[in-house]
């Protein structure tokens, strides 16, 4: 059985951190704030190990399938007897998959913030938010109902506009934080929609309950549920849609992903943790945490699930090639990545050898949080060596960042999914759960998967090839970062070459029984090439400093510009809410509140003020004057009475 | 000539609106009191007489007055403990100088 105490001090120790560092940090721990968070951490991360020893190889197994267990069930609000929410822990696979994860990386980011950030004014602000973070996230992997989950969702929202907007002195950050804030919080409007349709239409908030009853057509509630209809589509489909809707929101989904490559102007521990591993992926949780409602309920909504995947994909991995910052360039490639998990689950079944997509995507999110947050990682430690995030400023750095410069070269092999790094098996399992359930998605991985590798090593030669600096350099930069920093690297690393080798089917899959992914090295041969395709191109451009690059821009004209510009998606937002939406809506509201709603108030207030003028002069404080119209009164009340009112 | 309730009914009238002239337009506070008393004996003429002439046999009109001089007693105490208090004040019993008492 689940230890509930280990269990429950996961989601708490970095509660207490925040709580320790948010209020006192300033004042107590003025340096030793760091320390504590990551010690609460280290000992977090170690009970979550614990926790996934003891279940995947202990008690979690029974008869041959990974049971679910809700390891606690308090209730924290409760309306009317059998109307609450509750709060809860759940455990099953994926949850505690994410807990290693979550914990891991956040770990790794405690430690190499130590070095980053050292010296920093607000220090212990910094680690409050992580704590405040990590938290948040362990809740939201935790949840056993569908409210926790969201209000989880919102915390890790806050703590991520908190992050974000780190750099509080600089307009971008600022409007960054605003940005990201502000979208997805609209998508978690529909998210939110979507809840209330699925819990009336389910009658319960319980993950459990609720896909227990609108999974099997015989039950009442999902009988209402498939016939009420709005719009030609059942209620259930609605529901479903809806919190994909906050799902693609969170997770940088085409085409609510506008937030994410602004939100770099983070602190890059903070993108790695937050834009990379963690939060990111929490769209990609959640539909893998509805999966079976997906799957057995509302199969069109997983189609759009998988074609929003590919096209995100395939977007953010053009865009990918042309930015010259290296932070944006891996905020596209994270958010092609997680199109990659996400049409993995769309097109992957419930229940044994159909359901590899689910398997595969969570076996991807677990090594790509590997991988991408040693990118970050790396592109921080870059990044702290030359001041600059811009590829123009860097070049040559191989001899002046030799660990960071391997650790990097590892991790684009990773994603690139050249074997035998962790990318490689996982990329390979999505492939194969699109090539047997939908070609065109499995043509579209393809070919993202070698521009991915074009790019990873676009930014790899930029970084450390390219232009050579004269080692005369080296004495004026200084040296790479201090051990705080590099441990992470190396560790991270070492996953990231390793991951792939765990046996995930096995623990992980739709159904919980164990899944023996079949690999053909046949089918390996086209993605493997062309990944090498990708990483020769790169090799050819920008190995060293020519003008090939340049010449290729303008030979592409005007395609080149477009994939520049990020598809011009920014602009139509903006030409949608500046010109349409505020011309068209705002400004009449404006006009309608300031001169119909405002006027009405104001005339109410001047007849009233001019009123009490005139009254307000008959009490002038004159006894006599009070006495003549007391008189004058009199005299009227007892003509009425005598003459008229008989 | 037997005075008639007429009679007595003008008296009282007339009693009654030099009162009223006399409250209204004397700036003495002492004065405007006393004329306020000029009203109220105004009235309790008007009592006795009615119960003189109308219901002999009855009482009510005489207790009526006696009981209304008891209260203009007593409302006379008061009103002259105010002036006093006024006049330590504001060193005047001038109604006009107690125009700011509405503040």
């Known amino acids: 059985m689940p230890n509930v105490t280990a269990i429950a001090l996961i989601p708490l120790l970095p509660l207490a951190g925040f709580l320790l560092l948010g209020l006192f940090g300033r004042k107590y721990f003025k340096n030793s704030s760091g320390i504590i968070g990551t010690m609460l951490l280290l000992a977090s991360t170690v009970l979550a190990l614990y926790t996934a020893y003891e279940y995947f190889f202990v008690y979690g197994k029974v008869a041959g399938v990974y049971e679910k267990f809700v390891a606690l069930q308090l209730t924290w609000l409760e309306f009317s007897p059998g109307v609450s929410i509750d709060m809860g822990l759940i455990i099953d696979p994926i949850s505690v998959m994410m807990l290693v994860v979550v914990t891991f990386i956040s770990l790794m980011v405690h430690i190499y913030s130590l070095g980053y950030l050292k010296g920093e004014e607000r220090f212990p602000t910094y680690y409050s938010y992580l704590g405040l973070f990590t938290f948040s996230m362990l809740g939201l992997v935790l949840a056993s109902n569908i409210f926790q989950i969201y209000i989880f969702w919102e915390l890790v929202g806050v703590s991520s506009f908190l992050l974000i907007g780190y750099y509080y002195d ?15 919080r609209f998508a978690d409007l529909g998210f939110l929609i979507g809840i209330l349709i699925l819990s009336f239409s389910g009658g319960t908030l319980d993950f459990a309950t609720l896909i227990e009853r609108l999974t099997s057509p015989e039950s009442n509630e999902f009988k209402t549920a498939a016939a009420s209809t709005f719009l030609g589509a059942s209620a259930l489909t609605w529901g479903a849609a809806l919190v994909f809707i906050g799902g693609a929101g ?43 409602i997906f799957s057995v309920a509302v199969p069109g909504v997983l189609e759009i699930i998988g074609w929003v995947g590919a096209v995100s994909a395939i977007i953010a991995a053009i865009i990918a090639c042309t930015q010259t910052d290296i932070k944006r360039v891996l905020a596209y490639s994270t958010m092609s990545q997680i199109g990659f998990m996400m049409f993995a689950l769309g097109v992957s079944n419930y229940g044994g050898e159909a359901g590899l997509g689910y398997t595969a995507s969570m076996f991807h999110l677990f090594t790509h949080a590997m991988f991408k947050a040693l990118l970050f990682l790396g592109a921080g430690a870059v990044i702290h060596y030359v001041h600059s995030n811009d590829m123009k400023d860097m070049g040559g750095l191989r ?53 991915t590798a074009f790019y990873m090593f676009r930014l790899y030669f930029n970084i450390f090839w390219n232009k050579e600096l004269p080692s005369s350099a080296k004495a004026t930069k200084g040296k790479e970062g201090g051990f705080a920093m590099m441990m992470p690297l190396v560790l991270l690393a070492v996953g990231a070459a390793a991951a792939g080798f765990i046996p995930f089917g096995e623990y992980v899959s739709s159904d919980g029984k164990a899944l023996h992914a079949h690999f053909d090295l046949s089918f390996s041969i086209a993605p493997v090439a062309l990944g090498l395709i990708g990483i020769l191109t790169a090799f050819w451009l920008y190995k060293k400093q020519n003008d090939k690059p340049t ?78 119209y007391f008189l004058g009164g009199v005299i009227v009340l007892a003509v009425l009475f005598i003459y008229i009112w008989k | 000539m037997q005075p008639g309730l007429y009679h007595i009914l003008f008296l009282s009238t007339a009693l009654f609106f030099i009162g009223v002239y006399g409250f209204l337009t004397r700036r003495n506070l002492i004065t405007m009191l006393m004329s306020i008393e000029l009203i109220l004996n105004s009235v309790n003429l008007n009592f006795i007489a009615f119960n003189k002439y109308l219901w002999p046999n009855q009482m009510d009109g005489l207790f009526f007055t006696l009981f209304i001089i008891a209260i203009a007693a007593a409302e006379a105490a008061v009103a002259i403990a105010i002036i006093i208090n006024l006049y330590r004040s504001h060193n005047s019993i001038d109604v006009e100088n107690a125009e700011d008492l509405k503040y």
């Open chain 1, 250 to 292: 969170k997770s940088a989904m085409f085409p609510l992903h506008i937030w994410l490559p602004d939100a770099m102007e983070g602190p890059t521990p903070v993108s790695a943790l937050i834009h990379a591993a963690t939060m990111v992926v929490a769209g990609v949780y959640l539909v893998a945490r509805l999966f079976p």
């Open chain 1, 551 to 628: 010449k290729l821009a303008t030979s592409l004209g005007g395609i080149y510009k477009t994939v520049y510009n990020k598809f011009y998606i920014d602009e139509i937002y903006l030409f949608i809410t500046k010109k349409v939406l505020f011309n068209l809506i705002g400004r009449p509201a404006a006009w309608f509140d300031k001169n119909i709603v405002d006027g009405l108030m104001n005339l109410i207030g001047n007849v009233t003020e001019k009123i009490s003028e005139g009254i307000k002069k008959v009490q002038s404080g004159k006894v006599q004057q009070y006495a003549i």
């Open chain 1, 399 to 451: 001899k002046f960042l030799p660990i960071t410069h391997i650790t990097f070269l590892i991790a684009c092999l990773a994603i690139a999914g050249v074997p035998p790094f962790a990318g490689f098996f996982s990329k390979e399992e999505i492939l194969l759960a699109a090539f047997h359930n939908n070609m065109a998605i499995y043509w579209i991985a393809l070919i993202t998967s070698g521009i």
């Open chain 1, 170 to 184: 600089k307009p971008s950050a600022v409007a960054a934080c605003k940005k990201a804030f502000i979208v997805t």
